[in-house]
């Protein structure tokens, strides 16, 4: 079922009111990770539960208590539960987004007031803090829902919402709320699938589906001797130096081209098939795309589909820094007493920080007895996560594609990213059902950086794609 | 020809004199590295010229001119030249000392105040800032002087002076006037040996001669890729990762045993024969020892004279740390643009920094060659200085053994230390002629550290070997 030509109509017809619905939210400096903005929070979500209730949805504001921040106890903005609808017939579609968004100053380079929505009439960009993450795909959804109660329209399927104002800060608070939520008799009980609009496209040209996220698992490798630091003018090639051991260690871990040297790690992920190569051959994305994006040609291989597995289907490991060794500039004879190494594993199913974690202290621990050295090791695993598939052949990917190919024209891109969205992989795991990131934004919006902005056609040609989303789930197959 | 017995005799009768003359030094913050202190480091020299005036000294002070430290314009502490005797059928010795420390604050970590000489009767310690490192050294050829000008007794051999107030702070305008002087005409003109006593015995127990000290040659190895530092979850498996590079780099430079893998650096210098291995032998240290001040069990080896030639007559290779990668307490998933691993080489003769840095470039070069990656290197030598090694069998030497067998009653060791003190080579290539160090402190003094001390017997024995190293100096056959 096809969206109403009268809504694509409305979402046209009312684009300027909706942008400057846009200015209103991104004027509020819902900035989650600094105290002084802690209020901004409270009233970031206090305006976004007045305009979801304007539109018909019923809400609650749900307290998540305090925590500390930079040694301050302060309390934890709510989160928002709401529903519409409630027809046993129909399918019942959960939609997560944040209302807090990053840190932001003009002085941090940027060319406007990031808490002032700039139309760059000539680019169509609308620029500000939050116009494209994440701000601006909740009011999409707004915008679906106030063309249905300005017309006393019921939505083709039910909706349950979840908007939290702590994501870019850990999400604090809402693991414990949606796990809870999700168990019989929750809020979340009956829901059927859902939807997340919180990443980008692939490029700057075409629509993309989600399927798929890396994991992480964070190790601190720690090679200590001395009681403190030496001169190397006393001690050089006298005594066992932990900086020679640890970067013997760290040479053992990955090659130059990417491959993972500890055993086991690249070996536990099965081979793409044909069918799988497909997708990745199919990506409107190019070596020449990533090398723009890095900066330099630096990319790993001549060869798009190596390059783009190795970045959505391969794990990979980074070696970050060492701490406790001399890094400042200029020229210092210090034997580092203690030096840590720090390096990360992105997780591919099945790969688990549980499963690779025995992998990696093994293999440092075997290597660092090939040493021969007197110094102490010791290895941590700081953080980690849980990488995340999901099926994109569900019919909640399928209706995502039929609503892509109404509005935009074009098939989406299917895409894996190499980061994390750790709240996505509590909803899976939570409810049990299938959940699409379904972007709005561009690849070149600059969420986390200066001059975030959300292109204009991204925004209006977005709502349609949400509201048509809507259309053809409640048409399609389970 | 021994020391007159009414010398050793004035020595031990003027000991509390001289200790307070010592803590009247002491009293002096002459911190050449904080420009806080410059005018106390001038005040130090008018100090000292008024000493060496009142024993005799005819002295001149010598302008050396202005530098820029910390971005302040500031004059440099005059060098004090100084001269003693003119009989030409007598030897002429330099001797050379510095009057300037390195900073001390009681918040260091000090017991007491670090510019108050403090006496320790149990353990007849003398703990102040310089108490060691340089001014006991030089009070001890003072409380030499006195005696003889207290006496109109002339001295066995000519003296000349040269006493510093930067070397704590790479002896500024040092260089250009010893080689300015040490020319036909020049004030050091006719010097037959130098005798530097600003360094420490291997151990706590036995005197020492030291007749060689390692040189220096610094790199700084810099890959660089991206534009800017990357996200590893967007790029991780991606790219050529600058930090996997350097990792592989620095793994190819040393083993875990201390040997420098570079072709050709340890192979320039030849193996120790059976007599220079009994040197070592002899050496009344342990690999104890060097665990003790290392703190931990951590020794290349169980072989003492293999250690000890690690330290003393071979190269080494210690990296420092790396610049630019992530450095800090905690996890941070970047994939740094720019890294710059810094590593030296303590050089031996025949090494140079100039015979060391090709070797050294053109293997880097060679290794990153065989890594495949599209980043950019480029490697810089910091900075470098020569080694130095004398001959230990010299009659300049062989005055400091009997004098060393007369005042301590046993034979010194004879060592070679793991670090650099640029002055001697300066006056060893400048004058052509031999240069001793004589220690005066132990190993333990902590020249640098918190809770300097010298000795109260090193001070008073010290000074005793001084005068009694002139004696045998007369008398040896050149
Ligand atoms: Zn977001
Ligand atoms: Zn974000
Ligand atoms: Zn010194
Ligand atoms: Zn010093």
Same mark, same amino acid.
């Given at each position: 079922m096809p969206a109403p030509?009268?809504?694509?109509?409305?979402?046209?017809?009312?684009?300027?009111?909706?942008?400057?619905?846009? +200015?209103?939210?991104?004027?509020?400096?819902?900035i989650s990770g600094d105290a002084r903005h802690r209020k901004d929070v409270f009233a970031m979500a206090d305006w976004l539960n007045a305009q979801l209730k304007s539109v018909g949805v019923e809400t609650q504001l749900v307290d998540l208590g305090r925590h500390t921040m930079?040694?301050?106890?302060?309390?934890?903005p709510p989160a928002i539960l709401g529903r519409l609808g409630n027809d046993s017939s129909k399918k019942t579609v959960l939609?997560?987004?944040?209302?807090?968004?990053?840190?932001?100053?003009?002085?941090?380079?940027?060319d406007t007031e990031p808490f002032t929505l700039t139309i760059n009439e000539q680019t169509g960009q609308l620029i500000g803090r939050g116009s494209s993450d994440d701000k601006g795909p909740i009011l999409g959804w707004l915008n679906v829902l106030q063309y249905h109660h300005e017309n006393k329209l019921p939505l083709p399927v039910n909706l349950k919402f979840c908007f939290e104002g702590m994501e870019e800060s850990g999400s604090e608070g809402l693991d414990d709320l949606v796990r809870r939520e999700s168990q019989k008799g929750g809020y979340f009980d009956g829901v059927d699938c859902v939807c997340i609009s919180d990443n980008y496209w692939l490029n700057t040209r075409t629509p993309a589906l989600t399927y798929g996220l890396r994991g992480l698992s964070y190790y601190k490798v720690t090679v200590s001797g001395p009681a403190r630091d030496l001169h190397s003018g006393v001690f050089g090639r006298t005594v066992h130096e932990p900086m020679t051991d640890l970067v013997h260690l760290l040479n053992t871990l990955v090659t130059p081209t990417g491959d993972i040297l500890i055993k086991g790690v690249d070996e536990m992920v099965p081979p793409a098939d044909e069918e799988e190569k497909k997708i990745y051959e199919k990506l409107d994305y190019s070596i020449s795309d990533i090398e723009q994006s890095a900066g330099a040609s630096i990319a790993l291989?001549?060869?798009k589909v190596n390059v783009l597995m190795g970045r959505m289907r391969q794990p990979s490991l980074s070696i970050h820094g060492i701490e406790g060794a001399f890094s400042a500039p200029g020229a210092k004879t210090v034997i580092p007493a203690?030096?840590?190494?720090?390096?990360s594993i992105r997780l591919v199913p099945p790969q688990t920080p549980d499963n690779i974690d025995p992998l990696v202290i093994d293999h440092l621990k075997? +290597?660092?007895a090939e040493l021969g050295s007197k110094n102490t090791l010791t290895v941590e695993n700081l953080h980690g996560g849980k990488p995340w598939v999901a099926d994109h052949r569900h019919w909640n990917f399928e209706a995502a594609k039929k609503a892509t190919k109404a509005v935009y024209g074009q098939d989406p891109d299917l895409t894996r990213e190499g980061g994390s969205i750790p709240v996505t992989l509590t909803f899976a795991e939570s409810l049990g059902v299938n959940v699409l990131l379904l972007p709005m934004g561009r690849g070149d919006d600059g969420a986390h950086s200066t001059n975030e902005k959300l292109d204009r056609s991204n925004f209006i040609e977005g709502s349609?794609?949400?509201g048509t989303y809507l259309y053809e789930l409640a048409d399609i197959q389970k």
């Amino acid at each position: 079922m096809p969206a109403p030509s009268e809504f694509l109509k409305y979402i046209d017809g009312n684009a300027d009111a909706f942008i400057k619905r846009l +200015a209103e939210a991104v004027s509020i400096p819902s900035i989650s990770g600094d105290a002084r903005h802690r209020k901004d929070v409270f009233a970031m979500a206090d305006w976004l539960n007045a305009q979801l209730k304007s539109v018909g949805v019923e809400t609650q504001l749900v307290d998540l208590g305090r925590h500390t921040m930079d040694g301050e106890d302060l309390p934890l903005p709510p989160a928002i539960l709401g529903r519409l609808g409630n027809d046993s017939s129909k399918k019942t579609v959960l939609i997560y987004g944040h209302f807090d968004v990053q840190p932001a100053l003009k002085s941090d380079g940027w060319d406007t007031e990031p808490f002032t929505l700039t139309i760059n009439e000539q680019t169509g960009q609308l620029i500000g803090r939050g116009s494209s993450d994440d701000k601006g795909p909740i009011l999409g959804w707004l915008n679906v829902l106030q063309y249905h109660h300005e017309n006393k329209l019921p939505l083709p399927v039910n909706l349950k919402f979840c908007f939290e104002g702590m994501e870019e800060s850990g999400s604090e608070g809402l693991d414990d709320l949606v796990r809870r939520e999700s168990q019989k008799g929750g809020y979340f009980d009956g829901v059927d699938c859902v939807c997340i609009s919180d990443n980008y496209w692939l490029n700057t040209r075409t629509p993309a589906l989600t399927y798929g996220l890396r994991g992480l698992s964070y190790y601190k490798v720690t090679v200590s001797g001395p009681a403190r630091d030496l001169h190397s003018g006393v001690f050089g090639r006298t005594v066992h130096e932990p900086m020679t051991d640890l970067v013997h260690l760290l040479n053992t871990l990955v090659t130059p081209t990417g491959d993972i040297l500890i055993k086991g790690v690249d070996e536990m992920v099965p081979p793409a098939d044909e069918e799988e190569k497909k997708i990745y051959e199919k990506l409107d994305y190019s070596i020449s795309d990533i090398e723009q994006s890095a900066g330099a040609s630096i990319a790993l291989s001549d060869d798009k589909v190596n390059v783009l597995m190795g970045r959505m289907r391969q794990p990979s490991l980074s070696i970050h820094g060492i701490e406790g060794a001399f890094s400042a500039p200029g020229a210092k004879t210090v034997i580092p007493a203690k030096v840590s190494g720090k390096f990360s594993i992105r997780l591919v199913p099945p790969q688990t920080p549980d499963n690779i974690d025995p992998l990696v202290i093994d293999h440092l621990k075997k +290597a660092f007895a090939e040493l021969g050295s007197k110094n102490t090791l010791t290895v941590e695993n700081l953080h980690g996560g849980k990488p995340w598939v999901a099926d994109h052949r569900h019919w909640n990917f399928e209706a995502a594609k039929k609503a892509t190919k109404a509005v935009y024209g074009q098939d989406p891109d299917l895409t894996r990213e190499g980061g994390s969205i750790p709240v996505t992989l509590t909803f899976a795991e939570s409810l049990g059902v299938n959940v699409l990131l379904l972007p709005m934004g561009r690849g070149d919006d600059g969420a986390h950086s200066t001059n975030e902005k959300l292109d204009r056609s991204n925004f209006i040609e977005g709502s349609k794609l949400l509201g048509t989303y809507l259309y053809e789930l409640a048409d399609i197959q389970k």
